[in-house]
């Protein structure tokens, strides 16, 4: 059973930071994709940022230049640095992975609260 764990979150004051950390446990291939959502209020979960076991990333348009994802494979762990925290950064967020393996699998964390106060 793949279980994700996620460590980090917090209340940060607009204009600061905070560093996400996913650690990933379980029978997982070397190829997968690893991300971060987020979920606010009342909206649908978005993607924040994704990286691939080959360390190519994708970022939504409203984090780009502020958030940095980045992964380590011999440990199986995924963070997601945040600067420049903005209170419409407030959610709740997800790690998750994805892999093949015959069929798509798809795990995903517990969440982690981040609170931005103005």
């Known amino acids: 059973q793949v279980q994700l764990v996620e460590s980090g979150g917090g209340l940060v004051q607009a204009g600061g930071s905070l560093r996400l950390s996913c650690t990933i446990s379980g029978s997982v291939p070397s190829r997968n994709t690893m991300g971060w959502y987020r979920q606010a209020p009342g909206n649908q979960r978005e993607l924040v940022a994704s990286?691939?076991?080959?360390?190519?990333?994708t970022y939504a348009d409203p984090v780009k230049g502020r958030f940095t994802i980045s992964r380590d494979n011999a440990k199986n762990t995924v963070s997601l640095q945040m600067n420049s925290l903005k209170p419409e950064d407030t959610a709740v967020y997800y790690c998750?992975?994805?892999?093949?393996?015959?069929?798509?699998?798809?795990?995903w964390g517990q969440g982690t609260q981040v609170t931005v106060s103005s």
């Open positions: 990286i691939t076991s080959d360390s190519i990333t």
């Open positions: 998750n992975i994805k892999f093949w393996r015959f069929k798509t699998y798809e795990y």
